[in-house]
């Protein structure tokens, strides 16, 4: 074998290790082998989760629309944005929300770089931790790609990795509340964690209103299950059932 291919395949086999936790994105590989990591929780709970916040624009109506509800919730901060706007994070637990971490920014991590995962997701959970006054424990990567690299620096910083089972695709420009709810109804049921955006900063621009005036669909229906709304740390996802751990 040229010193080239063995080069080449070499390369290749790092670059299937750091992307093979990746699979779990797939929402049939985590709903049949990660159920826990996919968020799946309590049966009488559903969890609700915002990510790529803090944002001044768009974050405080959705506390003052939640509080409306009576639902709090779990919000997963950009280091990025929370560094901009620190009292914005302050805000989100003393209103009675759980903090997480989403990473320092949102670029993808498909390429190996352990230094850096391991650098940036500790900088977050100092950040989340310091300007929001909790450490916090669920940690969900850009995208939802689950890398090698961010699985072992998630280890080592203690959190726990979760994704979601369902979302509202409220990304999209063309997402209107009526939208965002016809997404997530199939998979608005007992044990659910649901996926929104408290912020249009990686996505279209004002799309978080569809995400916001949609939650009082969910509520609803929710309320007509029998279901409580809330954070993740009510969702029963504890330490023992995470195969990561």
């Known amino acids: 074998m040229g010193a080239g291919r063995a080069a080449l395949l070499?390369?290749?086999?790092?670059?299937?290790?750091?992307?093979?936790?990746?699979?779990?994105?797939?929402?049939?590989?985590?709903?049949?082998?990660?159920?826990?990591?996919?968020?799946?929780?309590?049966?009488?709970?559903?969890?609700?989760?915002?990510?790529?916040?803090?944002?001044?624009?768009?974050?405080?109506?959705?506390?003052?629309?939640?509080?409306?509800?009576?639902?709090?919730?779990?919000?997963?901060?950009?280091?990025?944005?929370?560094?901009?706007?620190?009292?914005?994070?302050?805000?989100?637990?003393?209103?009675?929300?759980?903090?997480?971490?989403?990473?320092?920014?949102?670029?993808?991590?498909?390429?190996?770089?352990?230094?850096?995962?391991a650098r940036e997701l500790r900088r977050t959970v100092e950040a989340?931790?310091?300007?929001c006054g909790h450490r916090p424990l669920w940690y969900r990567p850009p995208y939802g790609v689950l890398t090698t690299g961010l699985l072992l620096a998630a280890r080592q910083l203690k959190l726990h990795p979760v994704l979601w089972t369902a979302w509202g695709r409220d990304w999209s420009a063309g997402a209107t509340p009526a939208s965002v709810y016809r997404t997530l109804h199939p998979g608005l049921h007992g044990g659910a964690t649901v996926l929104l955006h408290d912020s249009d900063c990686t996505s279209a621009p004002g799309s978080w209103r569809s995400a916001l005036d949609a939650l009082p669909l969910v509520a609803e229906h929710c309320s007509r299950l029998g279901l409580e709304i809330g954070?993740?740390?009510d969702h029963e996802l504890t330490r023992r059932h995470y195969p990561y751990d």
């Open 10 to 117: 070499a390369a290749t086999s790092a670059e299937a290790v750091h992307l093979a936790p990746a699979a779990v994105r797939l929402a049939p590989v985590r709903g049949l082998l990660f159920r826990r990591l996919a968020g799946h929780g309590a049966a009488g709970h559903v969890a609700l989760t915002f990510d790529d916040g803090p944002d001044p624009a768009s974050t405080p109506l959705f506390l003052d629309r939640l509080d409306a509800l009576g639902v709090s919730a779990t919000f997963f901060l950009l280091g990025t944005m929370l560094e901009q706007y620190p009292y914005l994070g302050r805000e989100l637990t003393d209103r009675g929300h759980e903090v997480a971490v989403h990473g320092w920014t949102h670029r993808p991590q498909w390429g190996p770089s352990p230094a850096r995962d």
């Open 128 to 131: 989340v931790t310091e300007l």
């Open 231 to 233: 954070p993740l740390r």
